[in-house]
């Protein structure tokens, strides 16, 4: 079955910078697009950027600048640099991807970061 999996979300300072991580297992991974998203407190999901199956990327004005999104379709990870984090960034963050027309997404990994 879909399976994802993040990683790498903690604690850190304004200013500080976060890797996260998100294994995929399930899908033919290279042809997928991958998509990473946040949810903060009482606020909707929303997304943070996208990698398409030719590593076309996009980011959301937020992030624009400071986050960068990649994948190793080797290693079947998508990659969220987060760099000069700010505290509005704290949040869940998500992996997502759709296969066969259904979302799925992984069981999130926290971001908080303090000022």
């Known amino acids: 079955q879909v399976r994802l999996v993040e990683s790498g979300g903690g604690l850190v300072q304004a200013g500080s910078s976060l890797r996260l991580s998100c294994v995929a297992a399930?899908?033919?991974?290279?042809?997928?697009?991958m998509g990473w998203y946040r949810q903060a407190p009482g606020e909707q999901r929303e997304l943070v950027a996208n990698i398409t199956s030719d590593h076309s990327t996009n980011y959301a004005d937020p992030v624009k600048g400071r986050f960068a999104i990649s994948r190793d379709n080797v290693k079947r990870i998508v990659y969220l640099q987060m760099n000069s984090l700010k505290p509005e960034d704290t949040a869940v963050y998500y992996c997502?991807?759709?296969?066969?027309?259904?979302?799925?997404w992984g069981q999130g990994t926290q971001v908080t970061v303090s000022s």
């Open positions: 399930g899908i033919n991974f290279r042809i997928h697009t």
């Open positions: 997502k991807t759709v296969y066969h027309s259904r979302d799925y």
